[in-house]
Structure formats: structure tokens, C-alpha cells
């Protein structure tokens, strides 16, 4: 017999006591717009997500976008600047950050877990009032930080089998009011609204480096916060450690910053002993 299908069988074999274990667990996925790639690397993402909703798992898709954004203001002659990793984001910014990760980004990710055999709806936080945002800093112009979830949209569609695809785009409490929120902020909240079991943070680095440069692959919130304090969590590791502390507080049971460029990085993470990347749990 072909060894190939003795080692599938054999990986699938493995694979139960994982999915045992994660029958009915809620894991929200951020899908950073550096994580995103080519279609086949989308295509490769899609089937995890897909797979994971077949073993039983709910899982929810926050995406960002962050290079699409830039692409297409440059297309538009509109300048961008960043202060401590968050876009300033004036009135025309955010009309183009709606249209580029409600539109494009967002359709791209439930059209790929269609071709897939799975079932995606994609929102945005203005989707039945799912987040509801004040403003982050005025220095920032529109961007949010949430102060009101409202999840219950989504486990309405866990309910009926759908795979949630989320744009962080929000509603002020003000009428009219739009808000661009950081992804990870945004997957952070929905998965503290959900008391998710797992929040995965896919990005383009392979986790948190310890003080020798190594990978930590386990990490308690407290020795995030000393790391953050004595500078060796350094960054765009700062928002992403942040969110995961928050997350944490808010009663989600684990955070694992992840290479998403690793293919089956998702897969890896659940279901097998492997695992990859760093959790940080209490
Ligand atoms: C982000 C939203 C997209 C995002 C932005 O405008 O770029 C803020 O900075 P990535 O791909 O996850 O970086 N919002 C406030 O977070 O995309």
C-alpha cells in the first residue's frame, strides 16, 4: 500500500483525542493581512477553518488588512501614518478602510472557505450592533476601541453551522459614526465577549522571542508583563502580548501568537502535540 495513506491514516488517528477535546470549543482565528499571501496560501487557510468546523469546533474569522488598506490609499494619493502601530485615521481614511476590509479583504476570506465546502457569512462590527466603539485617542482620528459587544450574532450562526467572518470596522455611539479598529484589538474583544477557549494570533513572526532570541512557546500573563516592562517584548509584539493580557482578563483560556505563513498553522496548533508558536495562558 501506498505509504502516504498509511501516514494520513495514521495523522487522522492521532488527531482524535484533539478533536475530542476541542468538540464545541469556540477559537477565534485573527487573520493578519501579513499572514494573508497568495490564493493557494488562502486556500490552504480556508481548509483549516473549514476542517476545524467539521470536527465540531466553532470557529470565528477576525481578519485585518492593514497592506490592502495602504495599496489602495496609495491608489488614491491619500497619505497614511502610523502612531504606536494604529493608523490615523481621518474622515476619508476611513471610508476607504470600510470599503477595502468590509469589501474586498473580507469577501475574499468567505469566498475561499466557500470554495472550500464551508459556510461563511461575512460582518462587520456594524452587524447587528456586534461592536460598539468610543474613541481610541484623539490624536487618532476615528479609530475605536470597543466598550460594548454584543456576540450574539455570532453564536446565532455557530448555531446554524456558519462560519463568521469579522471586518474590524465599527459603529460609534453616535449616530453615523464609523470606526477603524486594529485587528488584533477587535479579536481580542470578540474573543473576550465569547470567553473563547482559544484566540488565535496569526502573523508573519514565529512567536514570542525570549531574552536569548529563542521562541518562548509558553508564557503566563505575568511573565508577559515583566517582559513587556524590561523591554524584551519590543514592538509590534506590544499590541499583539496586550491584547493577549486583555483577552486573558476577560476570561478567554488561552492566547497563542502563531506563524500564519506556516501552512496548516491552525491545524498544527489544535491538533496536534506539536503545537507551534507561543501560548500564553494563567
Ligand atoms: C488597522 C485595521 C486593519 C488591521 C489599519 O488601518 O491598518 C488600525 O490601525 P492587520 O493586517 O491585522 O495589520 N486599523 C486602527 O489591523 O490589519
Known amino acids: 500500500m501506498n505509504r502516504d495513506w498509511i501516514a494520513t491514516a495514521r495523522t487522522l488517528s492521532e488527531a482524535l483525542p484533539y478533536m475530542q477535546r476541542y468538540t464545541g470549543a469556540i477559537v477565534v482565528v485573527k487573520f493578519g493581512g501579513n499572514a494573508m499571501g497568495d490564493d493557494e496560501e488562502m486556500a490552504a487557510f480556508a481548509r483549516d477553518v473549514v476542517l476545524m468546523r467539521q470536527v465540531g469546533v466553532n470557529p ?12 489602495m490609499l496609495k491608489r488614491l494619493n491619500i497619505q497614511s501614518t502610523f502612531v504606536r502601530g494604529k493608523r490615523v485615521t481621518d474622515k476619508a481614511t ?15 476570506i468567505v469566498q475561499a472557505i466557500m470554495d472550500e465546502g464551508g459556510r461563511a457569512v461575512g460582518l462587520s462590527g456594524k452587524d447587528d450592533d456586534l461592536m460598539v466603539c468610543e474613541p481610541d485617542d484623539p490624536e487618532l482620528g476615528f479609530v475605536g476601541r470597543p466598550i460594548q459587544m454584543n456576540v450574539q450574532v455570532l453564536r446565532d450562526l455557530f448555531n446554524a453551522g456558519i462560519i463568521p467572518v469579522v471586518a474590524p470596522v465599527a459603529t460609534g455611539t453616535e449616530v453615523t459614526e ?3 479598529v486594529n485587528g488584533d484589538t477587535a479579536a481580542g474583544a470578540i474573543a473576550g465577549a465569547l470567553k473563547a477557549d482559544r484566540l488565535l494570533l496569526l502573523t508573519d513572526v514565529q512567536g514570542v522571542k525570549g531574552p536569548d532570541g529563542e521562541i518562548v512557546t509558553a508564557l503566563t500573563p505575568e511573565e ?16 499583539k502580548t496586550e491584547t493577549a493580557l486583555k483577552a486573558i482578563e476577560d476570561g478567554v483560556r488561552a ?6 505563513r506556516v501552512r496548516n498553522a491552525c491545524l498544527l ?8 508558536g507561543s501560548m ?3
Open 94 to 108: 476611513v471610508e476607504v478602510v470600510e470599503m477595502v476590509l468590509t469589501g474586498l479583504v473580507n469577501k475574499r
Open 280 to 282: 500564553i495562558r494563567s
Open 224 to 239: 508577559v508583563r515583566k517582559m513587556i516592562a524590561d523591554g524584551t517584548i519590543a514592538g509590534g509584539m506590544i499590541p
Open 178 to 180: 464609523t470606526y477603524n
Open 255 to 260: 492566547v497563542v501568537i502563531i506563524d500564519g
Open 60 to 71: 470565528v474569522v477576525v481578519h485585518g488588512g492593514g497592506p490592502m488598506i495602504n495599496d
Open 269 to 276: 496548533e489544535l491538533f496536534t502535540e506539536h503545537g507551534s
